[in-house]
Nanobody, 116 residues
Framework: QVQLVESGGGLVQPGGSMRLSCAAS????????MSWYRQAPGKERDLVAT????????NYADSVKGRFTISRDNAKNTLYLQMNSLKPEDTAVYYC?????????WGQGTQVTVSS
């Protein structure tokens, strides 16, 4: 079955950096576009970034453009999110997402807290 397992979250100071990883299994990772979403307390889950199957094209939410970079390693079935210049408003649970045959699959999420 499809499994997405995020890791790499934690506490970081404003202005700091963090890299999230998402290990994927149970489907053909290299042919699927992948995304990162985030959900802050009391808010809806929002799209952060998307990457095409071969990694040649990416898209970002305006709030993270120039600070976050989505990437993937198809040989390792792993999705990444490099987050730089972190702000307190980036605090959220971050989720890895795969859309397969009109169904959305999610990981369990990883908490990112940006605070001094």
């Amino acid at each position: 079955q499809v499994q997405l397992v995020e890791s790499g979250g934690g506490l970081v100071q404003p202005g700091g950096s963090m890299r999230l990883s998402c290990a994927a299994s149970g489907f053909t990772f290299r042919i699927r576009a992948m995304s990162w979403y985030r959900q802050a307390p009391g808010k809806e889950r929002d799209l952060v970034a998307t990457i095409t199957p071969a990694g040649g094209s990416t898209n970002y939410a305006d709030s993270v453009k120039g600070r976050f970079t989505i990437s993937r390693d198809n040989a390792k079935n792993t999705l990444y999110l490099q987050m730089n210049s972190l702000k307190p408003e980036d605090t959220a649970v971050y989720y890895c997402n795969a859309r397969i045959s009109l169904s959305n699959y999610w990981g369990q999420g990883t908490q990112v807290t940006v605070s001094s």
